[in-house]
């Protein structure tokens, strides 16, 4: 399945793979502390709060936050040379190693690379990603 991670639209993902697993509504609804409106109203949404979210991701076993991860993998600015960095030592917010790449975003880049759809160096500036990590892929992926 080809996913599009610019546009996300959560709670038609999140119906999807209610239907995938086959849940009773009664058990959704006990779970998220939802009625069967609001559990409708909920495959509607574009966006839901991080909670709900949360709980989403336990009771369909499914991780909704990796999606919004790619998208920002994809398609956040790369950040600017002249910015202030914070130093990691002074900030609260968890730090992260490295970029993570799931399996979902290789394919999507692959593909751009076999289709010719993008030039290598494009994909490097677009993505930001870097010209070894691209490169091994191809290496390792290439069909």
Same mark, same amino acid.
């Given at each position: 399945?080809?996913?599009?991670?610019?546009?996300?639209?959560?709670?038609?993902?999140?119906?999807?793979?209610?239907?995938?697993?086959?849940?009773?509504?009664?058990?959704?609804?006990?779970?998220?502390?939802?009625?069967?409106?609001?559990?409708?109203?909920?495959?509607?949404?574009?966006?839901?709060?991080?909670?709900?979210?949360?709980?989403? *991701?336990?009771?369909?076993?499914?991780?909704?936050?990796?999606?919004? *991860?790619?998208?920002?993998?994809?398609?956040?600015?790369?950040?600017?040379?002249?910015?202030?960095?914070?130093? *990691?030592?002074?900030?609260?917010?968890?730090?992260?190693?490295?970029?993570?790449?799931?399996?979902?975003?290789?394919?999507?880049?692959?593909?751009?690379?076999?289709?010719?759809?993008?030039?290598?160096?494009?994909?490097?500036?677009?993505?930001?990603?870097?010209?070894?990590?691209?490169?091994?892929?191809?290496?390792?992926?290439?069909?």
């Amino acid at each position: 399945m080809e996913f599009n991670f610019k546009d996300i639209f959560i709670g038609n993902l999140i119906e999807k793979r209610v239907e995938e697993l086959q849940i009773s509504t009664e058990r959704i609804c006990n779970f998220l502390k939802l009625n069967e409106k609001q559990l409708t109203e909920l495959y509607k949404q574009k966006d839901i709060n991080t909670d709900l979210l949360l709980r989403c *991701s336990k009771l369909l076993e499914y991780d909704f936050f990796r999606i919004y *991860s790619q998208h920002l993998l994809l398609y956040a600015p790369p950040a600017s040379i002249n910015y202030k960095k914070v130093d *990691s030592q002074k900030t609260a917010s968890p730090q992260f190693r490295k970029s993570l790449y799931t399996t979902e975003i290789i394919q999507f880049i692959m593909e751009l690379v076999e289709k010719g759809e993008m030039k290598n160096s494009e994909i490097m500036t677009k993505y930001n990603i870097p010209k070894t990590t691209l490169y091994k892929w191809i290496k390792k992926h290439k069909k």
